[in-house]
Each structure stands twice: as C-alpha cells, then as structure tokens.
C-alpha cells in the first residue's frame, strides 16, 4: 500500500494549508475541565507551590475566577475543597455547610452555565489521608460506601451538575447511582474515575489538596500501573452499575489505556491530565528547557487523539487562551 515512488507521504505536508487539510484531531476548550481548589477563609489567593499558576481560593475569590473561566469557553470545573476540620470517618465531606458544598452554590450564584463537577472522595476530609474508612492499616471497602453516596447526595443537593468518585472502592458507583435515584436524581449523571492508577504523578495534588497518606499508599485500591487488562475490567464493573461518563488517570503514561478503553467501550471517556504531569512541564518551562505553549497544545493534542472525549487539565486556561490566538 505505502509502495514508494507512487506513495509520498510528504505531499501532503507541503504547506499549512494542506496540512490544516487533513489534520484528524483538533482540540477545543470544550473539551477541558478546570480543577479548582476552595478553602475556608476570606480573600484568599494562594498559589500552590508545586503547582504554579494554580491556587486556592476562598469562596469570596471564586466569582471572579469562575468569570474568567466561562469567558474561555472552557466547558466546568471539578471542584476539590480543604476542609476546616478532618477526621477518621471524613465527616465534613458530607457537611451540607461544607467547603464544597458551598462552593457550588457560589458558583452557580455566579454562573448557570459552567458544569459543576465535584470529587466525591473522602482523602482530603480524613486525618489518616486515606480515600476510605481504616480499620488498624486495612481500608474497609463497604464501610466507605455507605459515606461515599452519603457526600454524592450532598453535592446534588447543593446544585451539582456531575458527581465523579475518585475513591476506587468496588461497588462506588451502584451506590451512589442508588442513593440518587431514591432521592429523585435519577437524570443526575455520574462521572466515575474508573481505571484510577497508583500513581506517583498526584504527588503536587497531594500537597494541595493536603491529602497525602499519613500511613501506607494506596496500592489497595487503586491500579497498579503495570495492568492493562484490569482498567478495561474497572470500566466494565463502573458501566454496568451506571456510570455515564468514565474516566482514565493519569494521562500521558497511560496513552496505550486511553486507546484501549476507548475501542472497547462507548460512552464517553474523560481523561485526567493530573498535578504531576501539568508541575513538570512547570518547571521545565521556568528554566527555559522547553517552548511550553507548543507542548501543552501538543500534550492535549495527544490526549484527545488517543481517545479523550473530555480532558480534565490544569492547563484548561492557558490551553483555551492560546486556542484563541
Ligand atoms: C482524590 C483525588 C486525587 C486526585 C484526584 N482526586 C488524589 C489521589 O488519589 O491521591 C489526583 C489529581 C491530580 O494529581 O491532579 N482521591
């Protein structure tokens, strides 16, 4: 088929025009989805050190930083909070005057628009750091699905557009799917993080969200990044107990599970370009090692090609701002 002098692939990459002619994947802020962090506390702005360009911000701040959002086109934000207070069982997560909670409603006080998505996890609300309930060093998987749907049903109430559980327990999703509909949101979708990896790349998440494990790792509930087989068995499980919208995380060393999730599946696939993926290409750019405009448009780029139909990125507004150039 390729047989050379007939076939010259270089034909059609003699000009920007002919190239703009065929290209296959475009990108748009359509696509992206905001990360935001919010804290208690009044005028409060704070960059995350491992994160730059990234903050926290008090509820106060967040009309005009969900402003600029909507203005970008950029299509929600996923919201994470620090609460005031944590303990064992994660309680303030489900607070109806919790951090989160309240965040909500500011933003769609500010914005109708904006799809509100909230994590429902229980890491950055427990003292021990872990995203269930302990038990000595085990992490009780049923135990912490009765406070799972529990924190879902807060968020609807509060005005939520898209819960997204991000705790990896079995059976997450039938939960909160239940806990919805008994509760009248039977339209109310749920996007589940479906093959979440064990991954070393939420690292600067981890100092944001101060949600770092005070004891162990993770590795009893989240993928192992060596499986491929076991994230196609994650999204099945998540399908059939009605998930909407599924989820791969991390990106960029998971390309190979993108594609794989998204030609064996056909609901919408979110992709998580996550804290680590986005703080190296931060310092990289602050020494003057790489052009980082063309790398985040060439990393989206590459995300949405291997199948993301959503990409959650902390780039959404630098990538939305040069989209419009
Ligand atoms: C909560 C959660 C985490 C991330 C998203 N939701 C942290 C974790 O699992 O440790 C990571 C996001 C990122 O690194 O950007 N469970």
């Given amino acids: 088929m390729t047989n050379f002098p007939n076939t010259r692939l270089r034909r059609l990459r003699g000009s920007e025009s002919i190239r703009k002619l065929i290209q296959e994947t475009y990108i748009s802020p359509v696509d992206f989805i905001y990360p935001i962090f919010v804290t208690h506390g009044n005028n409060i702005k704070e960059e995350i050190t491992s994160m730059p360009g990234c903050y926290r911000f008090s509820?106060?701040?967040?009309?005009?930083?969900?402003?600029?959002?909507?203005?970008?086109?950029?299509?929600?934000?996923?919201?994470?909070?620090?609460?005031?207070?944590?303990?064992?069982?994660?309680?303030?997560?489900?607070?109806?005057h919790g951090i989160i909670q309240q965040a909500i409603q500011v933003i769609k006080q500010t914005n109708q628009k904006?799809?509100?998505?909230?994590?429902?996890?229980?890491?950055?609300?427990?003292?021990?750091?872990?995203?269930?309930?302990?038990?000595?060093?085990?992490?009780?998987?049923?135990?912490?699905?009765?406070i799972l749907a529990k924190v879902a049903l807060s968020h609807a109430n509060a005005g939520a557009d898209i819960v997204a559980p991000s705790a990896m327990m079995?059976?997450?999703?039938?939960?909160?799917?239940?806990?919805?509909?008994?509760?009248?949101?039977?339209?109310?979708?749920?996007?589940?993080?479906?093959?979440?990896?064990?991954?070393?790349f939420y690292g600067p998440f981890r100092d944001a969200a101060d949600s770092?494990?005070?004891?162990?790792?993770?590795?009893?509930?989240?993928?192992?990044?060596?499986?491929?087989?076991?994230?196609?068995?994650?999204?099945?499980?998540?399908?059939?107990?009605?998930?909407?919208i599924i989820m791969v995380k991390p990106a960029l060393s998971y390309m190979d599970i993108i594609s794989k999730v998204r030609s064996k599946t056909l609901h919408p696939l979110a992709v998580y370009n996550v804290s680590g993926e986005y703080s190296i290409i931060k310092a990289a750019a602050k020494n003057g090692w790489i052009d980082e405009d063309k790398m985040i448009m060439e990393i989206l780029t590459s995300i949405k090609r291997a199948g993301a139909d959503i990409i959650i990125t902390y780039h959404a507004k630098e990538a939305a701002r040069l989209l419009r150039k």
């Fill in 59 to 96: 509820l106060d701040m967040l009309p005009n930083e969900i402003t600029d959002i909507a203005e970008l086109d950029i299509s929600g934000v996923l919201l994470f909070g620090i609460p005031s207070k944590k303990d064992k069982l994660g309680s303030e997560a489900y607070n109806e």
């Fill in 114 to 146: 904006l799809i509100v998505v909230t994590d429902v996890c229980l890491c950055e609300y427990t003292d021990h750091g872990h995203c269930g309930i302990t038990k000595g060093s085990e992490i009780k998987n049923d135990a912490t699905l009765k």
């Fill in 170 to 200: 079995d059976g997450q999703v039938k939960v909160i799917r239940k806990k919805l509909d008994e509760n009248g949101y039977e339209e109310f979708p749920i996007m589940s993080y479906s093959a979440k990896y064990a991954s070393t």
């Fill in 212 to 244: 770092r494990p005070q004891i162990g790792d993770r590795l009893s509930y989240q993928m192992d990044p060596a499986n491929s087989n076991q994230a196609l068995l994650e999204v099945t499980a998540d399908i059939s107990e009605g998930a909407d």
